[in-house]
């Protein structure tokens, strides 16, 4: 990829966490994009970017958002691609590249591909990067320095369009890696959707105590449960969204890992102290290679 600024005009359908530090990016380096547009859902949201300023345009319409773009950046709930999907298509430019952030992509191939028009390019990609915090406010543009961003091409994708997207990334600060739609959902299935869906599960299995008990639980929570609610603290429509549009691959893992609690719970039951430990020492092993990765 070339030296000199990315994309002439860039805009991103979105600007919660994501599309936030994006522009926020785009401000501070300069070389992702000439002109930044940002497009949100509510007058409030809107009124916020222009006030922040991390935006050049701040439109309210999707489809004016896109005109004249040559990258286009779904920052939605992937719940919502479909029918923005379809509100922008017949307004994309020629040669323009459609992308996006979702933490699903299977859904996305299938809601936004058959929208797409000739000569347009989609590539889906996921930065594996966040916080529990949402909002144009949550946004900082150090979010993706150090993660891994994942490119997921379609059969037949432009390699250049391919490439602009890897290289936005790579200006975001993201290591880049490449792989199939269903291999991605598979993946972040285990390493995300099911960590948060027990993060909610444990979360609202201790708001269904009763009340004494409740307040002793957030008295002297411990570390554990501190981080599980962190996790759990993460924006409602968007992980309804995952959840729902990666229903097969998170069904699957969490079939798995009920098979293994229920495993480990008899091994408790039965004191196979043997088991135990090495469960444990599995865990240890698995947070030794985060952090040898540097993605701890």
């Known amino acids: 990829m070339a030296e000199g600024v990315l994309f002439d005009r860039l805009c991103l359908l979105g600007t919660g966490l994501i599309g936030s530090s994006i522009a926020r990016v785009a401000r501070a380096r300069g070389d992702l994009a000439r002109t930044v547009v940002a497009h949100a859902k509510t007058p409030a ?3 916020r970017v222009r006030e922040l300023g991390i935006a050049d345009v701040v439109e309210a319409d999707p489809a004016a958002a896109v ?3 040559d990258c286009v950046v779904f920052c939605i709930p992937v719940g919502a691609y479909a029918e923005v999907g379809a509100q922008v298509a017949p307004h994309l430019a020629p040669g323009a590249i459609v992308t996006d952030v979702g933490s699903t ?3 996305v191939v299938r809601d936004l591909a058959p929208l797409m ?3 347009v390019h989609l590539v889906p990609a996921h930065p594996m990067a966040g916080t529990e915090y949402s909002g144009p406010d949550a946004g900082f543009a150090e979010l993706f320095q150090g993660r891994y961003c994942i490119v997921t091409p379609l059969p037949g994708s432009d390699p250049a369009a391919v490439e602009a997207v890897a290289e936005l990334w790579r200006r975001c600060g993201s290591m880049i890696e490449t792989l199939d739609p269903a291999t ?3 993946i972040v299935a285990i390493v995300s959707h099911l960590p948060h869906l027990l993060a909610f599960t444990i979360c609202s299995t201790a708001d269904d105590l009763a009340e004494e008990t409740k307040e002793a639980v957030l008295k002297f929570a411990a570390t554990g449960f501190r981080d599980f609610t962190r996790i759990a603290a ?3 429509t968007m992980w309804r969204d995952v959840f729902l549009n ?3 691959a998170l069904l699957e893992m969490l079939a798995r890992f009920t098979e293994d609690a229920q495993a480990l ?3 408790v039951r039965w004191g196979q102290a043997e088991y135990i430990e090495d469960r444990i020492r599995r865990g240890r092993k698995i947070r030794r290679g985060l952090i040898e990765r540097k993605q701890a």
Do not use: F, I
Request: net charge positive.
């Open 184 to 186: 991605h959902d598979k």
């Open 234 to 236: 993460s924006d409602p």
């Open 265 to 267: 719970g008899r091994a």
């Open 67 to 69: 005109r004249g773009a």
């Open 117 to 119: 028009p000739a000569g």
């Open 105 to 107: 992509k299977a859904s």
């Open 45 to 47: 949201t809107l009124d």
């Open 246 to 248: 990666n229903r097969e």
